[in-house]
């Protein structure tokens, strides 16, 4: 399963219908939690989502409406018991504000969380066939995007496979070795398989438009990106370092972004629909979140 769930859609003031920003994305056996402000725990419950399923959680920036409900989300896994432990990726320069979230109130111990402090723009973390890659964003306080990776491969041609003969074990040793004898002939994995373009996905929080969130976003599968404003406010966004609806789709149409996800909206602007229409013009495939709402990581092409 490779999806997005959003759990949460407002910006610093929660309203009726918005959470704080959080989400979460489901990609094979990770599930990764995206910037867990205020609230996040009660959201995750109403998406039918066991915190004690998340594996990583990635922190953009420490100002509180994208990091509040950290504490609760890591004592609702040690309520559950889970024994694995959790990663944290944050910016180096928020260290003391962890702290004080780790610590925020008594509680049980655990789960064991391994700190990933990140300081400079690059890989993060490798897991198994996905590489997490950071980018620092022009913000207020030192903030970084997230961008995960799978890695280029090769898909199997059945029909391919069929003509030269190979079957049952020997498909395995095949890709594993890169050739086998059949019938005293030498097949290549190449001649029965074609190269297959690894998907990405790209979380783009609180900053101003620069080079790196189109950096981030480039060719990316799915792209989450936050769009404060619209563009009659855009004096606002440059003032908070903030996007707005047509930046965000102007970054992921530069970038390539198959599919576009727009979250983090001002509470002045009710009907978050106002930032799909002012961005549609200029991105085919963009949805305006709203709180609960899932995305599927579109098929390979």
């Not at 009660?42 to 004690?52: D, E, F, H, K, S």
């Amino acid at each position: 399963m490779r999806e997005l769930v959003v759990l949460g859609t407002a910006s610093q003031v929660p309203t009726r219908t918005r959470a704080h920003q959080a989400a979460v994305l489901r990609w094979d056996r990770e599930v990764v939690l995206f910037d867990p402000g205020e609230g996040t725990q009660r959201q995750l419950t109403l998406a039918g989502i066991a915190a004690g399923s998340i594996t990583r959680i990635c922190v953009t920036h420490l100002h509180g409406d994208h990091c509040l409900g950290l504490p609760g989300v890591l004592q609702r896994i040690a309520l559950d018991g889970r024994g694995r432990p959790v990663d944290l990726y944050f910016p180096e320069a928020g260290q003391p504000y962890v702290d004080h979230l780790r610590n925020a109130s008594a509680a049980f111990a655990g789960p064991e969380v391994r700190e990933h402090p990140v300081a400079a723009d690059g890989v993060v973390d490798e897991w198994p066939g996905l590489v997490l890659s950071a980018r620092a964003l022009e913000h207020r306080v030192p903030t970084y995007g997230w961008r995960l990776q799978e890695p280029d491969g090769r898909r199997v041609l059945r029909e391919r496979l069929a003509e030269v003969g190979v079957t049952g074990p020997a498909v395995g040793r095949l890709l594993q070795d890169g050739e086998v004898a059949v019938d005293g002939r030498r097949v290549l994995v190449s001649e029965v398989t074609e190269p297959r373009r690894g998907q990405a996905f790209a979380f783009v929080m609180d900053t101003r438009r620069c080079q790196a969130a189109v950096d981030l976003c480039r060719d990316a599968d799915l792209a989450v990106c936050e769009s404060t404003y619209l563009a009659a406010e855009a004096n606002l966004a440059e003032r908070y370092a903030h996007l707005t609806a047509a930046d965000a789709a102007g970054i992921a149409t530069e970038a390539g972004v198959r599919r576009l996800v727009l979250t983090h909206y001002s509470a002045r602007h009710p009907d978050e629909q106002v930032f799909a229409e002012e961005a549609r013009p200029l991105h085919p495939d963009v949805t305006a979140a709203k709180d609960l709402d899932r995305f599927d990581v579109p098929p390979r092409v």
